[in-house]
């Protein structure tokens, strides 16, 4: 059954420690989608890439977020220093080609106190 | 640049009504649109999607969507609700260069 897997499901963490949110993305896929989702303002989309290069992170604070794919199998997503604000849910998603459905993993629950 | 608006963040409806969930989108090139449903604590995960063809599209779970160019919407819609189908539901927008945005969520709340 190929799903998308994040670690870790829940991360507690306190102000100005950084924070890593790995995704490995279902195999075969070439677009993988980080999203943001919070009461407030929702689903924000923060990056994608395409065969492993970053096409979009618009969306992303770039003094202290930053999103990588070392290898094909493997998404991070790093904050650095984090900060209060930052405590939401943060999904990873992937997709075969740019135009059809993105399959979410379970997310990972950021608590930064 | 693309957007999307659902026009009702929470739906509360009977068991066994019908129920419509709006969604209006706005771009400037062709999308592709989804509906996807999130239950708590968990993944979104797909409902339905249309990306041509026929206007009328049917998902899972007894769901069925209607692509309107001329009103640019995607309008969600179901006969017969069951208090499962309780949850938050996303409109997305894909401008087929891969960008998926997605709407601010619409929560159907049903109820006995």
């Known amino acids: 059954d190929a799903r998308v897997t994040q670690t870790p499901r829940h991360k507690v963490t306190e102000m100005g420690q950084e924070v890593t949110m790995r995704c490995q993305p279902i195999?075969?896929?070439?677009?993988v989608f980080w999203y943001r989702q919070t009461m407030m303002q929702g689903l924000e989309l923060l990056a994608y890439?395409?065969?492993?290069?970053?096409?979009?992170d618009s969306g992303m604070p770039k003094d202290r977020f930053s999103a990588e794919m070392p290898d094909a199998t493997l998404a991070t997503l790093k904050i650095q220093p984090s900060e209060p604000r930052d405590s939401a849910v943060y999904f990873c998603?992937?997709?075969?080609?740019?135009?059809?459905?993105?399959?979410f993993g379970q997310g990972t629950r950021l608590t930064v106190v | 640049a693309q957007s999307v608006t659902q026009l009702d963040s929470q739906v509360p409806v009977f068991e066994e009504a019908p129920v419509e969930l709006r969604c209006n989108y706005s771009s400037s090139v062709s999308v592709y649109l989804f509906w996807y449903v999130q239950y708590p604590n968990q993944g979104l995960q797909l409902l339905l999607k249309?990306?041509?063809?026929?206007?009328l599209v049917k998902g899972i779970n007894g769901f069925e969507a209607e692509f309107n160019k001329s009103q640019t919407s995607f309008h969600l819609r179901k006969p017969s609700v069951h208090i499962s189908d309780t949850a938050e539901y996303f409109c997305a927008v894909n401008n087929q260069g891969g960008k998926l945005i997605f709407g601010q969520g619409t929560e159907l709340s049903v109820k006995p």
């Open positions: 890439f395409r065969n492993r290069a970053p096409l979009d």
């Open positions: 249309y990306l041509s063809g026929s206007t």
């Open positions: 195999l075969g896929h070439n677009t």
């Open positions: 998603a992937s997709g075969d080609r740019g135009d059809t459905e993105a399959f």
